[in-house]
């Protein structure tokens, strides 16, 4: 069965420094791997996928992921964060057989002025 | 949040009730489905439909049943509602072509849902 975890709860980040938000997954096959983002009292907000290629993704509101095989992990990254990015951030999985996504269970990103 | 719309968007219903909830979309893509969001566990999949009337199981299925007998419309229903089943429901889409695809899923705004 395809999983997904984020070790962190919550990252905490003061503004115009470099966020990383970690993300490792564990499946069968070729993955393909999603970052959504969710403001509150929103639903989720698409960011960035990795299906193959270039194993640096770059995504919405400058934000990017690194897709690592061998380490099985995809870090979302920002080089610089803002406070309007605070929000909790999921990342998901779904394998190369079928249309199930995974999410794993979120990581809340305080940035702080 | 790519022309999906649920409702009602915030419920309170007591326990042993049915509850049907309805995800809309204008996007006519052929994929639909029915998460929930809980503490801790990020989205757990309930049910998805990949046609008209064609609905299968996802991770959560157990005291849930949904029907889709319109493109556009997939329903939720809770045939009698418990405690357990206070969450908040997110209905997606994607216009998949065959398993495997790469479409991404967007997502609707949510309903809140307590059950006392």
């Known amino acids: 069965a395809q999983s997904v975890a984020q070790p962190e709860d919550q990252v905490n980040v003061a503004e115009g420094n470099p966020l990383t938000v970690k993300c490792t997954y564990s499946?069968?096959?070729?993955?393909?791997l999603f970052w959504y983002v969710q403001y509150p009292n929103r639903g989720l907000q698409f960011l960035l996928k990795?299906?193959?290629?270039?194993?640096l993704v770059k995504g919405s509101y400058g934000f990017e992921a690194e897709f690592n095989k061998s380490q099985t992990s995809f870090h979302l990254k920002k080089p610089s964060a803002l406070v309007s990015d605070s929000a909790l951030y999921f990342c998901?999985?779904?394998?190369?057989?079928?249309?199930?996504?995974?999410f794993g269970g979120g990581t809340r990103l305080m940035v702080k002025p | 949040d790519a022309g999906i719309t649920q409702s009602p968007r915030h419920k309170v219903t007591e326990t042993g009730t049915p509850v049907t909830l309805r995800c809309h979309q204008t996007?006519?893509?052929?994929?639909m489905y029915w998460y929930r969001q809980d503490p801790g566990h990020g989205l757990r999949l309930i049910h998805y439909?990949?046609?008209?009337?064609?609905?299968d199981k996802g991770e959560v299925s157990d005291g849930y049943s949904v029907s889709r007998s319109k493109t556009e419309d997939f329903l939720l229903t809770l045939e009698s509602a418990t405690s357990s089943q206070t969450s908040v429901y997110f209905c997606?889409?994607?216009?998949?072509?065959?398993?495997?695809?790469?479409?991404?899923?967007?997502f609707g705004p949510g309903t809140r849902l307590l059950v006392l």
């Open positions: 990795y299906i193959t290629g270039d194993n």
């Open positions: 499946v069968s096959g070729n993955p393909y």
């Open positions: 996007e006519n893509h052929r994929y």
């Open positions: 439909s990949y046609g008209v009337k064609d609905t």
């Open positions: 998901a999985v779904r394998d190369s057989a079928g249309n199930m996504l995974t």
């Open positions: 997606a889409i994607s216009e998949s072509i065959s398993p495997g695809a790469q479409e991404t899923q967007y």
